[in-house]
């Protein structure tokens, strides 16, 4: 592989991780007495764990190609911290959940274009870059489209209802509805 | 009768200044406030966390965060193809998860109690390290020490509202005893043995074959 290509796929790592810590804060937001969102909460806890198992894919991908040799450590910073740990609603934190996922995946994208014509080699990783389009770049547009969704959905039901909408759409968030 | 009447209308309302109910009471006479001042007392906070901010919790559900992130690159470094050894990969990566859903159900608790998380309150008791390129018996020596910072943070966490804030939050105790107390006796119990196993085995001339089968053991037993 491409000494380029590795790099770029191992800062990745980080950046799932990153992901995963912001979605982890609006978990403990929204699971607050004053706030009591547990649709939201159960909802953005889940998606952090899914974001460290996209870390731990990637870590498995490397193995698979023989990298993490002797520079594990170097993975991760030692403290990882949310963007922020307070949000003013739900719509709000869902469209910054978006701007995440749409962050992560023009991350990818950038893997993707280095890989397949890395500056310090002609090696062109097809196999890495089949990797990356089929598996990650599928489940980052899938991810994308339900959270544009969701924000549609809870933004049509908050203009006239407000409050309620969100009350409403929380409970159907909590039960897999929405 | 008529003055016991009286007695407890005058006790109810003596007692009842900083109450959800009182809050509630004055919301809906007065004209309109903010809202967070009009039900301050409407909140989960009770026993414990009514005087006390869950400030330990807090970092120990970081400390989590810190420890499950060093398990899961100390188990990734075992996954590697010089290393190879898919036992002590498996082990680590199961403390790994382990400590992950720690600190999620931590966040949890903090906030079912009426608190909120803090992930910049950073935990004193466990200092990150830089090498986590160890080999098998260190890296299980690693692990228990760990572990056992872990073990012993709990402990303390558990004595300082117990003990010497002389608060008697059975639900705060339970929740530390049954989540973190209880698993992590086991887990310091069995690195232990598993290190004291793995030395006993290192003194043939050539220990190879031994951590083969040790590395072959854990992995079947996990």
């Known amino acids: ?178 | 009768m008529l003055f016991f009447g009286i007695l407890s209308i005058l006790l109810a309302v003596a007692f009842a200044k900083d109450t959800c109910y009182t809050d509630v009471g004055a919301a809906c006479n007065s004209l309109p406030k903010l809202d967070r001042e009009l039900m301050s007392n409407c909140n989960a906070k009770y026993g414990y966390t009514k005087k006390h901010h869950l400030v330990d919790l807090q970092s120990y559900a970081n400390a989590n965060i810190g420890i499950s992130f060093e398990f899961l690159l100390m188990s990734s470094y075992f996954g590697n193809y010089e290393d190879q050894r898919e036992g002590f990969k498996k082990l680590y990566r199961k403390f790994s998860d382990e400590m992950w859903e720690d600190a999620i159900n931590t966040i949890k608790y903090i906030t079912k109690r009426g608190g909120t998380m803090n992930f910049n309150e950073s935990p004193s008791f466990v200092k990150p390290t830089n090498v986590l390129e160890l080999n098998e018996l260190n890296s299980l020596a690693k692990a228990l020490d760990r572990q056992k910072q872990l073990a012993n943070e709990a402990l303390r966490i558990h004595s300082t509202f117990t003990q010497i804030n002389k608060e008697d939050d059975a639900a705060l105790a339970h929740y530390i005893e049954e989540k973190f107390l209880e698993p992590q006796a086991d887990r310091v119990r069995d690195l232990a043995g598993y290190t004291n196993d793995l030395k006993n085995l290192l003194t043939d001339d050539d220990p190879s074959v031994s951590i083969f089968l040790f590395d072959e053991y854990l992995k079947k037993s996990l």
């Open chain 1, 1 to 178: 592989m491409a000494n380029s290509c590795v790099d770029l796929l191992k800062s990745q790592v980080e950046t799932e991780i990153k992901a995963a810590m912001t979605y982890l804060a609006m978990g403990a937001h929204f699971a607050r007495d004053t706030v009591n969102r547990p649709g939201f909460s159960k909802f953005f806890f889940e998606s952090a764990s899914e974001e460290r198992e996209h870390a731990i894919k990637i870590i498995e991908y490397l193995l698979m190609r023989g990298q993490l040799t002797d520079d594990v450590s170097k993975l991760l910073s030692n403290r990882l911290l949310p963007l922020r740990e307070t949000w003013s609603n739900g719509v709000r934190a869902l469209t910054e959940a978006l701007e995440l996922e749409t962050n992560v995946t023009k991350h990818i994208q950038d893997i993707i274009k280095n890989c397949e014509k890395p500056n310090d080699s002609n090696f062109n990783d097809y196999h890495l870059v089949d990797y990356l389009t089929g598996e990650f770049l599928t489940e980052q547009y899938k991810g994308q489209r339900d959270l544009a969704g969701k924000i549609s959905t809870l933004g049509k039901m908050m203009t006239a209802h407000g409050v309620l909408g969100e009350f409403l759409f929380d409970k159907k968030l909590l039960n897999n509805e929405v």
